[in-house]
């Protein structure tokens, strides 16, 4: 569910045209759609389940997914929201279980007929096919849930992918049976999106890597064979024996490779140590060395039946997968063997299976891993100035509170959600200090917080591991995007270029009017409204995760609240805690992210059934968090791995941005003659290639030829003047909106450059009204550069 | 000890000693292998977050003298050691000031070091800010590709792909970023073991990485396409490693002074490790990120005179270059401004984010000075180099990204320092298409939105 919802916030840019030009434009088509809309996005779209999944797969509309999602962010999300989520204030209404929505027939002839409706800003035709595929895409992406499913549906592609380091050392710790995690620190770390580091298609193999695995493997080869317990074991047998090398290779491999050993491999690496090295030690030694750098150890190789395209895993490569996801490292040598006599051969089995697994130690740790990215509790690090009551290890003992919570709520199966009501907690005496709760009385043991603690009943909420603030920013705007991400896959993205767009709008502004203006200019509120409310909320915790009282809330401009739960009330975290603990999206969010993590790639639309199942079954256990892991591994997807397309061979990128005025005509208010408009349009740049025209006011219009996506406008003044000029933009050419204002500009120079939001245009007009510095009367410009998207 | 023709590998990649941190880093180097009879070209980024204070930073148009100098770049005129970093004479003459680059239009995000070094706008609609195209210095490392094609360093420790990764690839793909100084600096440089014992190890590394080579081989016979193109890419990893390791270091022994305790030392490791790695011919494309946007803070560096300002704090106090670059008004700043009245608090808050510049203007200087210091068989490596001081904002206050602080240093394809040259608000992609073309990439255009390049680099 992490989505780009770059189109939402071009339309928050441009709600001033789309609401206010033509206020009631498209109210009558919004009134009727939205009557019947639930407030609950998933129940209004459970129910709907059952006939949307039987009309799209039976073709009554036989559109394109794909196509459909494109012509959807291209010509819809704009009003109704990437999410289909609608905007009230642009009479766009809701796509989630609309009164329509659940007919995908009906869908697409509404769309034919009526989109987009009258006014509409930027409106861009969808009839034909493109309603039938937007009408799909609505209704699968949006509102299509459990019953869509189709276990013959392809899970979406996989790449190829490689231990992390976290899966490298858990791997090796196993393996070598070692008693605590190896160093693994001459590894590369992994890059991480969305604070996950499990992302295969960021994962890339480099020298480093290779001289990291070269280096551990060495250690840990070296280490192993110094001491005899542990060595004798790993190895099988005393390993100056005859035969034990013999024995070793394939019975080692196995476990490293995940997969039995062909006797051709055995045969080459027993060859390969021996023409080595005579000594019996080293032999082993370089063993080690090949089986922990070989890609056969470095990459999870899942080919089943079919190396291209669809397949179904062979039982090693789902113990293997089952492995990775419950526990994070290779299966040992107990899964291999079940899985070698089938006990994973059917949903039951496995079942069973993963069940075992779960009581395994190595879940937990995995499992905290994933609390830790997911929360970004591992991101903390120490401030400069050491707050009150501050101790070396009190990060370790943040997160260990949080952990250990979190650990107690999984593996007792309790109502997950209640982590954000919980009102004991695991603190050490020195953090129970720093926060200034009451120490446990036996070390290890539950504190209850009491009841006029500012952290009552907040959970994880108002631990200082979430609380503390992790990278510097504006706190009350990035704990309110944390909150909406992590627990309700609610991602808010800056649209491209829109930092410099409202670049030095707020110069001068007090902080508290900085929160004002962006709470009610519209550019900035559709995002800012969203998140500031909840942020809010979190105020009185400051930057270290410590309450502190004379934070008032209501010295702020604006009134704490969780905007995405209509109807709720919320004055204090004790609020937002308790309105957040009955959001099912919380589920689904979950559900999404726990995927993510154990399948190493975002969900796609081929993954949704496996999400959309895993949350129900999260909802119908009560909410335990082990039903919904269960239920992500049990999923039919789980089995079959979908490669990747080959990737062709990158080119130089081409510019998605172009000067679209090249070479267009151009018409002039007048023009001297030998310098005519058309030589704005040129692309010369020469002095000797301009339009010039005397006395002001004076107007060039450049026709682009068809309406086009507008980003940017450069104008280059002869001898750098500092003319005084407006730009106006047309779809028609006879209706002009001013897209640039110099009317008082004072810049001289080469050229000046002008960005704003993307805006569809074809005719630019060019407004001359005076100059700056330059007291003659003529206008004249060498060149007009009007940047878009390429065609 | 001498170190000719020594591959790098039998002085082992593992080697757990330590390594001896003593002599001063410039007496130590001098490059004994000659370089081709045609000058190298060679190219060192340098990266520090939070932009400057454009107003306080840019010179007048044409030379830069001493009487030119704005008080951001004042400290080209010369100064003193401080901490791990020496003094430095005047450098005017050898550094030349690109006024008014624009950096808009690339990135989504208001802190993205990830597109500083990059002239391709950001990927319609993907997920995270991460560039489409090979940052600056690896375009040129992939022209000039050799057995070190680059190095990128990293002193920042968030692995975020738009705060930790300053060189890229290509689309989606961060380089090989080094974080940690001393294991890199043992790596390339690591006290050799010449016993036979030391040697036989090596040996039988060197022989692992070819068995798994064809491991690759063989298991690529069982993969779709995709597949394969992923174990090419480890496959390609492994031989560039055996180039590494059998890469010879044209250097006298030598060590180097480091820790990686803060940024400042990470990144003065850093420098050195790079400077060295150009003079040993090791490589001659690096690139330094200094830090991620929040991390650097002056904790331990006393910054201006060392008198206590009016709230009380002397120069920046500990507050991070984050916080001092918004000054006033913004929830991230230095609070101690407070309560002191407007006038008094605009003065010092404009002060404090001179001194933060002056500062990262100084760390430049060392890095130019190194250059310029250490000698090659055909000149020194000033002659040699492209150094390019970048950041991922111009006006750090406002995060506004134009006139963004762009300084050059090196006379690489015959470039002049020593000016002030006014881009007049042009595109990144022109500054850094006019770099590429002092590489012999002959452009008439690059980036997107393509530019022609800057006419005067």
Same mark, same amino acid.
């Given at each position: 569910?992490?989505?780009?919802?770059?189109?939402?916030?071009?339309?928050?840019?441009?709600?001033?045209?789309?609401?206010?030009?033509?206020?009631?434009?498209?109210?009558?088509?919004?009134?009727?759609?939205?009557?019947?809309?639930?407030?609950?996005?998933?129940?209004?779209?459970?129910?709907?389940?059952?006939?949307?999944?039987?009309?799209?797969?039976?073709?009554?509309?036989?559109?394109?997914?794909?196509?459909?999602?494109?012509? +959807?962010?291209?010509?819809?999300?704009?009003?109704?929201?990437?999410?289909?989520?609608?905007?009230?204030?642009?009479?766009?209404?809701?796509?989630?279980?609309?009164?329509?929505?659940?007919?995908?027939?009906?869908?697409?002839?509404?769309?034919?007929?009526?989109?987009?409706?009258?006014?509409?800003?930027?409106?861009?035709?969808?009839?034909?096919?493109?309603?039938?595929?937007?009408?799909?895409?609505?209704?699968?992406?949006?509102?299509?849930?459990?019953?869509?499913?189709?276990?013959?549906?392809?899970?979406?592609?996989?790449? +190829?992918?490689? %231990?992390?380091?976290?899966?490298?050392?858990?791997?090796?710790?196993?393996?070598?049976?070692?008693?605590?995690?190896?160093?693994?620190?001459?590894?590369?770390?992994?890059?991480?999106?969305?604070?996950?580091?499990?992302?295969?298609?960021?994962?890339?193999?480099?020298?480093?890597?290779?001289?990291?695995?070269?280096?551990?493997?060495?250690?840990?080869?070296?280490?192993?064979?110094?001491?005899?317990?542990?060595?004798?074991?790993?190895?099988?047998?005393?390993?100056?024996?005859?035969?034990?090398?013999?024995?070793?290779?394939?019975?080692? *491999?196995?476990?490293?490779?995940?997969?039995?050993?062909?006797?051709?491999?055995?045969?080459?690496?027993?060859?390969?140590?021996?023409?080595?090295?005579?000594?019996?030690?080293?032999?082993?030694?370089?063993?080690?060395?090949? +089986?922990?750098?070989?890609?056969?150890?470095?990459?999870?190789?899942?080919?089943?039946?079919?190396?291209?395209?669809?397949?179904?895993?062979?039982?090693?490569?789902?113990?293997?997968?089952?492995?990775?996801?419950?526990?994070?490292?290779?299966?040992?040598?107990?899964?291999?063997?079940?899985?070698?006599?089938?006990?994973?051969?059917?949903?039951?089995?496995?079942?069973?299976?993963?069940?075992?697994?779960?009581?395994?130690?190595?879940?937990?740790?995995?499992?905290?891993?994933? +609390?830790?990215?997911?929360?970004?509790?591992?991101?903390?690090?120490?401030?400069?100035?050491?707050?009150?009551?501050?101790?070396?290890?009190?990060?370790?003992?943040?997160?260990?509170?949080?952990?250990?919570?979190?650990?107690?709520?999984?593996?007792?199966?309790?109502?997950?959600?209640?982590?954000?009501?919980?009102?004991?907690?695991?603190?050490?005496?020195?953090?129970?200090?720093?926060?200034?709760?009451?120490?446990?009385?036996?070390?290890?043991?539950?504190?209850?917080?009491?009841?006029?603690?500012?952290?009552?009943?907040?959970?994880?909420?108002?631990?200082?591991?979430?609380?503390?603030?992790?990278?510097?920013?504006?706190?009350?705007?990035?704990?309110?995007?944390? %909150?909406?991400?992590?627990?309700?896959?609610?991602? %808010?993205?800056?649209?491209?270029?829109?930092?410099?767009?409202?670049?030095?709008?707020?110069?001068?502004?007090?902080?508290?009017?900085?929160?004002?203006?962006?709470?009610?200019?519209?550019?900035?509120?559709?995002?800012?409204?969203?998140?500031?409310?909840?942020?809010?909320?979190?105020?009185?915790?400051?930057?270290?995760?410590?309450?502190?009282?004379?934070?008032?809330?209501?010295?702020?401009?604006?009134?704490?609240?969780?905007?995405?739960?209509?109807?709720?009330?919320?004055?204090?975290?004790?609020?937002?805690?308790?309105?957040?603990?009955?959001?099912?999206?919380?589920?689904?969010?979950?559900?999404?992210?726990?995927?993510?993590?154990?399948?190493?790639?975002?969900?796609?639309?081929?993954?949704?059934?496996?999400?959309?199942?895993?949350?129900?079954?999260?909802?119908?256990?009560?909410?335990?968090?082990?039903?919904?892991?269960?239920?992500?591994?049990?999923?039919?997807?789980?089995?079959?791995?979908?490669?990747?397309?080959?990737?062709?061979?990158?080119?130089?990128?081409?510019?998605?941005?172009?000067?679209?005025?090249?070479?267009?005509?151009?018409?002039?208010?007048?023009?001297?003659?030998?310098?005519?408009?058309?030589?704005?349009?040129?692309?010369?740049?020469?002095?000797?290639?301009?339009?010039?025209?005397?006395?002001?006011?004076?107007?060039?219009?450049?026709?682009?030829?068809?309406?086009?996506?507008?980003?940017?406008?450069?104008?280059?003044?002869?001898?750098?003047?500092?003319?005084?000029?407006?730009?106006?933009?047309?779809?028609?050419?006879?209706?002009?909106?001013?897209?640039?204002?110099?009317?008082?500009?004072?810049?001289?120079?080469?050229?000046?450059?002008?960005?704003?939001?993307?805006?569809?245009?074809?005719?630019?007009?060019?407004?001359?009204?005076?100059?700056?510095?330059?007291?003659?009367?003529?206008?004249?410009?060498?060149?007009?550069?009007?940047? *878009?998207?390429?065609? | 000890?001498?170190?000719?023709?020594?591959?790098?590998?039998?002085?082992?990649?593992?080697?757990?000693?330590?390594?001896?941190?003593?002599?001063?880093?410039?007496?130590?180097?001098?490059?004994?292998?000659?370089?081709?009879?045609?000058?190298?070209?060679?190219?060192?980024?340098?990266?520090?977050?939070?932009?400057?204070?454009?107003?306080?930073?840019?010179?007048?148009?044409?030379?830069?003298?001493?009487?030119?100098?704005?008080?951001?770049?004042?400290?080209?005129?010369?100064?003193?050691?401080?901490?791990?970093?020496?003094?430095?004479?005047?450098?005017?003459?050898?550094?030349?000031?690109?006024?008014?680059?624009?950096?808009?239009?690339?990135?989504?995000?208001?802190?993205?070091?990830?597109?500083?070094?990059?002239?391709?706008?950001?990927?319609?609609?993907?997920?995270?800010?991460?560039?489409?195209?090979?940052?600056?210095?690896?375009?040129?490392?992939?022209?000039?590709?050799?057995?070190?094609?680059?190095?990128?360093?990293?002193?920042?420790?968030?692995?975020?792909?738009?705060?930790?990764?300053?060189?890229?690839?290509?689309?989606?793909?961060?380089?090989?970023?080094?974080?940690?100084?001393?294991?890199?600096?043992?790596?390339?440089?690591?006290?050799?073991?010449?016993?036979?014992?030391?040697?036989?190890?090596?040996?039988?590394?060197?022989?692992?990485?070819?068995?798994?080579?064809?491991?690759?081989?063989?298991?690529?016979?069982?993969?779709?396409?995709?597949?394969?193109?992923?174990?090419?890419?480890?496959?390609?990893?492994?031989? &560039?490693?055996?180039?590494?390791?059998?890469?010879?270091?044209?250097?006298?022994?030598?060590?180097?002074?480091?820790?990686?305790?803060?940024?400042?030392?990470?990144?003065?490791?850093?420098?050195?490790?790079?400077?060295?790695?150009?003079?040993?011919?090791?490589?001659?494309?690096?690139?330094?990120?200094?830090?991620?946007?929040?991390?650097?803070?002056?904790?331990?560096?006393?910054?201006?005179?060392?008198?206590?300002?009016?709230?009380?704090?002397?120069?920046?106090?500990?507050?991070?270059?984050?916080?001092?670059?918004?000054?006033?008004?913004?929830?991230?700043?230095?609070?101690?401004?407070?309560?002191?009245?407007?006038?008094?608090?605009?003065?010092?808050?404009?002060?404090?984010?001179?001194?933060?510049?002056?500062?990262?203007?100084?760390?430049?200087?060392?890095?130019?000075?190194?250059?310029?210091?250490?000698?090659?068989?055909?000149?020194?490596?000033?002659?040699? &180099?492209?150094?390019?001081?970048?950041?991922?904002?111009?006006?750090?206050?406002?995060?506004?990204?134009?006139?963004?602080?762009?300084?050059?240093?090196?006379?690489?394809?015959?470039?002049?320092?020593?000016?002030?040259?006014?881009?007049?608000?042009?595109?990144?992609?022109?500054?850094?298409?006019?770099?590429?073309?002092?590489?012999?990439?002959?452009?008439?255009?690059?980036?997107?939105?393509?530019?022609?390049?800057?006419?005067?680099?």
């Amino acid at each position: 569910m992490i989505k780009n919802l770059l189109p939402v916030f071009i339309a928050c840019l441009l709600l001033t045209a789309c609401s206010g030009e033509n206020p009631g434009a498209s109210s009558s088509s919004s009134s009727s759609n939205s009557s019947s809309n639930s407030s609950s996005s998933t129940s209004a779209s459970s129910s709907s389940n059952s006939s949307s999944s039987s009309s799209s797969s039976s073709g009554q509309v036989a559109g394109n997914f794909q196509l459909g999602k494109t012509q +959807f962010q291209d010509k819809c999300a704009l009003c109704h929201g990437e999410s289909g989520e609608g905007n009230t204030q642009l009479n766009a209404p809701k796509l989630i279980g609309c009164s329509v929505c659940d007919n995908a027939t009906a869908l697409s002839k509404y769309i034919a007929q009526n989109m987009p409706p009258v006014g509409a800003t930027a409106p861009k035709a969808c009839a034909g096919d493109c309603a039938a595929n937007v009408s799909r895409y609505i209704q699968e992406a949006f509102n299509a849930r459990t019953a869509a499913c189709d276990d013959s549906l392809s899970p979406s592609p996989s790449t +190829f992918k490689r %231990l992390s380091r976290i899966e490298y050392s858990n791997s090796i710790k196993d393996l070598l049976q070692l008693p605590q995690a190896p160093n693994v620190s001459a590894i590369p770390n992994d890059p991480s999106v969305y604070n996950f580091q499990t992302i295969a298609n960021v994962q890339s193999v480099q020298a480093s890597h290779i001289s990291g695995y070269m280096a551990v493997a060495t250690e840990q080869a070296e280490a192993l064979m110094n001491a005899a317990d542990r060595r004798d074991k790993i190895i099988g047998c005393e390993y100056s024996r005859t035969g034990c090398l013999e024995s070793f290779i394939p019975r080692f *491999g196995r476990l490293a490779y995940r997969r039995p050993l062909e006797a051709a491999e055995v045969e080459r690496l027993r060859s390969f140590v021996t023409g080595q090295s005579n000594a019996l030690r080293d032999q082993f030694v370089l063993a080690f060395q090949v +089986f922990l750098t070989s890609p056969n150890f470095i990459f999870r190789v899942e080919v089943g039946n079919n190396p291209a395209g669809i397949s179904k895993l062979n039982d090693y490569e789902l113990a293997s997968r089952l492995a990775f996801a419950l526990w994070g490292q290779g299966p040992t040598g107990d899964l291999l063997d079940k899985a070698a006599s089938g006990a994973l051969a059917n949903v039951e089995g496995l079942r069973k299976v993963a069940g075992d697994m779960l009581k395994d130690p190595r879940a937990k740790d995995n499992m905290t891993h994933f +609390f830790e990215q997911w929360l970004a509790t591992n991101l903390i690090n120490a401030p400069v100035e050491k707050p009150q009551n501050w101790y070396n290890t009190i990060i370790a003992d943040m997160q260990a509170e949080t952990n250990t919570l979190l650990s107690e709520y999984v593996w007792q199966n309790k109502n997950f959600l209640n982590v954000l009501t919980e009102n004991t907690t695991y603190v050490s005496a020195s953090l129970a200090d720093y926060y200034g709760l009451p120490r446990p009385s036996v070390a290890g043991q539950a504190v209850t917080v009491p009841s006029s603690d500012p952290r009552a009943h907040t959970g994880i909420l108002g631990h200082a591991a979430n609380l503390f603030a992790k990278s510097d920013g504006d706190l009350l705007a990035k704990r309110g995007n944390w %909150l909406r991400s992590t627990f309700l896959c609610k991602e %808010l993205h800056l649209p491209n270029g829109i930092a410099d767009i409202i670049n030095g709008k707020f110069a001068g502004f007090t902080a508290l009017e900085i929160i004002t203006e962006r709470n009610r200019d519209p550019s900035c509120e559709r995002c800012h409204s969203q998140i500031d409310p909840i942020g809010l909320v979190f105020a009185p915790f400051d930057r270290s995760g410590r309450f502190d009282a004379s934070i008032r809330m209501a010295d702020y401009p604006i009134q704490p609240g969780l905007p995405d739960r209509p109807g709720s009330s919320v004055a204090n975290i004790q609020d937002l805690a308790r309105e957040l603990a009955q959001m099912p999206e919380i589920g689904q969010c979950l559900a999404d992210r726990l995927f993510l993590y154990t399948r190493n790639h975002v969900p796609e639309q081929g993954d949704h059934c496996a999400v959309n199942k895993a949350s129900d079954n999260f909802r119908t256990s009560g909410n335990q968090f082990t039903a919904l892991l269960l239920a992500l591994v049990e999923d039919a997807s789980f089995r079959n791995r979908v490669a990747p397309l080959p990737q062709s061979n990158e080119p130089e990128p081409e510019p998605t941005v172009v000067n679209l005025a090249q070479n267009r005509p151009v018409t002039a208010s007048s023009a001297q003659e030998g310098n005519p408009g058309s030589r704005l349009t040129d692309n010369n740049l020469n002095v000797d290639s301009r339009w010039s025209a005397q006395t002001y006011p004076q107007q060039v219009t450049i026709d682009l030829g068809l309406v086009r996506s507008l980003v940017q406008i450069e104008a280059y003044p002869y001898e750098d003047r500092a003319y005084k000029y407006t730009v106006e933009v047309s779809r028609d050419g006879l209706s002009f909106t001013r897209l640039v204002d110099r009317s008082k500009n004072t810049q001289a120079g080469a050229s000046l450059t002008d960005l704003f939001a993307p805006t569809e245009a074809r005719y630019v007009r060019l407004i001359v009204t005076g100059a700056s510095g330059y007291t003659g009367d003529w206008i004249s410009f060498r060149e007009i550069k009007v940047l *878009g998207s390429a065609p | 000890m001498i170190i000719t023709k020594q591959p790098l590998s039998r002085r082992t990649l593992l080697q757990g000693a330590g390594v001896a941190l003593s002599l001063p880093l410039l007496e130590a180097m001098m490059p004994l292998k000659a370089s081709a009879a045609t000058r190298t070209k060679r190219f060192f980024g340098f990266f520090y977050p939070n932009g400057t204070d454009p107003g306080r930073w840019q010179p007048a148009t044409g030379k830069l003298t001493a009487q030119s100098l704005s008080p951001c770049l004042q400290d080209l005129a010369g100064f003193k050691a401080e901490g791990i970093w020496p003094s430095c004479e005047a450098l005017y003459n050898y550094i030349t000031v690109v006024n008014g680059i624009n950096h808009e239009g690339l990135n989504t995000d208001i802190h993205t070091p990830s597109m500083a070094l990059q002239a391709y706008t950001r990927e319609a609609n993907a997920d995270a800010s991460t560039p489409v195209a090979p940052s600056l210095d690896v375009k040129i490392a992939q022209k000039f590709k050799g057995a070190y094609p680059y190095l990128a360093m990293s002193s920042s420790t968030d692995t975020a792909l738009t705060q930790g990764y300053i060189s890229w690839e290509g689309k989606g793909r961060p380089a090989d970023t080094q974080r940690d100084p001393a294991a890199l600096f043992k790596k390339l440089f690591g006290a050799q073991q010449n016993t036979p014992a030391a040697n036989a190890i090596s040996q039988r590394q060197a022989s692992v990485l070819d068995f798994i080579q064809e491991d690759c081989n063989r298991l690529k016979t069982k993969l779709g396409q995709a597949d394969k193109q992923r174990v090419d890419e480890f496959f390609n990893s492994v031989r &560039t490693l055996e180039e590494q390791l059998n890469s010879v270091a044209a250097c006298q022994a030598v060590t180097l002074n480091g820790t990686g305790r803060d940024f400042h030392d990470k990144s003065k490791f850093f420098i050195d490790i790079g400077i060295l790695a150009m003079a040993c011919d090791l490589t001659n494309v690096a690139t330094v990120q200094y830090s991620n946007s929040w991390g650097v803070n002056y904790a331990g560096y006393v910054l201006g005179d060392g008198v206590k300002d009016e709230a009380g704090t002397i120069g920046v106090g500990n507050f991070s270059d984050h916080f001092i670059s918004h000054k006033l008004d913004d929830t991230d700043r230095a609070k101690d401004l407070d309560a002191l009245p407007r006038a008094t608090a605009v003065r010092i808050a404009d002060n404090r984010v001179v001194l933060t510049s002056r500062f990262k203007v100084r760390r430049f200087a060392y890095l130019v000075d190194a250059l310029r210091k250490t000698t090659t068989p055909t000149g020194n490596l000033y002659d040699e &180099t492209l150094a390019l001081y970048c950041s991922e904002n111009g006006n750090g206050d406002s995060h506004s990204r134009r006139d963004m602080p762009t300084l050059i240093a090196g006379r690489a394809g015959g470039f002049e320092p020593g000016r002030v040259i006014n881009s007049n608000g042009a595109r990144t992609a022109a500054l850094h298409g006019a770099i590429l073309n002092r590489f012999d990439f002959n452009l008439t255009t690059y980036g997107d939105p393509a530019a022609a390049p800057l006419a005067g680099i």
